[in-house]
């Protein structure tokens, strides 16, 4: 009677494969984690500039409001409302007899 005995070189080589076999399923595993952060990190993104518009969109009505405020049209009417008069020769401060005398 004939014993099939296995060749030890088959031990080795089925190390080899099972080591492969492993890295491949740690690559795949690898790059599903990779691409759903790559979809995270695209929604995100896409959250972030609509929320940048939006904030833009506000920092153009507050501009628009401010100019609105600080035109000279509406600060004669507000100057006019609160019976203000434009000083035709206004008299300013000297700061440099102030600085001068700072400096004795």
């Known amino acids: 009677m004939t014993y099939i005995r296995p060749n030890k070189n088959h031990s080795t080589l089925n190390v080899v494969l099972l080591f492969l076999g ?15 952060n790559s979809v995270n990190f695209s929604h ?3 959250e972030m500039k609509a929320e940048f518009q ?23 009417d507000l100057a006019a409302q609160h019976n203000l008069v434009q ?13 001068h005398f700072l400096l004795q």
Not at 56 to 66: C, D, F, G, P, S
Not at 87 to 99: R, T, W
Request: charge should be negative; avoid cysteine; aromatic fraction near 12%.
């Open 22 to 36: 492993i890295g491949f399923f740690l690559g795949a595993v690898w790059l599903v984690v990779l691409y759903n």
């Open 87 to 99: 000083e035709k020769k206004p008299q300013y401060l000297e700061l440099i007899s102030q600085a």
């Open 54 to 76: 939006e904030v833009q969109a506000a920092n153009v009505e507050l501009r628009e409001h401010i100019f609105s405020v600080l035109d000279t049209l509406n600060s004669k």
């Open 44 to 46: 995100g993104l896409s």
